[in-house]
């Protein structure tokens, strides 16, 4: 009679004490996944994120993906500011609505959710996420758009922030007036 080989234990039972651990441990992975999936930073070029100012003729998703209509009107002054010797450079765009939370978020974790509502709205509110604001750098391209913003249609909306600037007028017709912080509007 021949011996036959040792058979190998059934997986089962030597992986009870893996599977059992495995169990527990996904359905809290899953619950902590929902929360924080492992790609949770939105800083991406394809979310608007721009690494440094661009000009406003790039082709960045945070420029390329502005209203048409802002997009021109920025280019305009941005020709028209450089004969002033004024360098007009997009410091934040399109923002896609993950990249809006995660500042909104951001904000909170910072100031707190009153001070953060006054300086960030969130995706359903921000006008970067559908692509009709964008922030000008640096401050003397601001004060220049300040003066000269209105010919192009391209106003300041919130008096606390001088970079951010929207569509809100027709060119050459004054701008509305300017809301105190992103809390109001
Ligand atoms: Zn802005």
Redesign the pocket.
């Known amino acids: 009679m021949t011996c036959p080989p040792p058979r190998p234990r059934p997986a089962w039972r030597t992986g009870v004490g893996v599977a059992t651990a495995a169990l527990i441990a996904v359905p809290a992975y899953a619950a902590f996944a929902q929360t924080r999936p492992a790609s949770a930073d939105a800083r991406t070029a394809a979310d608007g994120y721009l690494r440094e100012p661009v000009t406003p003729f790039d082709t960045e998703p945070a420029v390329a993906d502005l209203d048409p209509g802002l997009r021109a009107a920025v280019q305009q002054a941005t020709a028209d500011a450089r004969a002033d010797g004024v360098a007009i450079m997009v410091n934040?765009g399109w923002r896609s609505g993950r990249y809006q939370q995660q500042l909104l978020d951001e904000a909170i974790a910072s100031y707190g959710p009153a001070e953060a509502d006054r300086r960030v709205n969130g995706p359903d509110r921000s006008t970067?996420v559908t692509g009709r604001?964008?922030?000008i750098g640096p401050p003397e391209a601001d004060r220049w758009l300040q003066r000269h913003g209105a010919a192009y249609g391209l106003c300041q909306v919130y008096a606390n922030?001088i970079?951010?600037f929207e569509l809100t007028t027709r060119p050459g017709r004054p701008c509305p007036p300017q809301l105190p912080d992103a809390s109001a509007d």
Do not use: G, K
């Open positions: 934040s970067h604001a964008v922030d922030e970079w951010h």
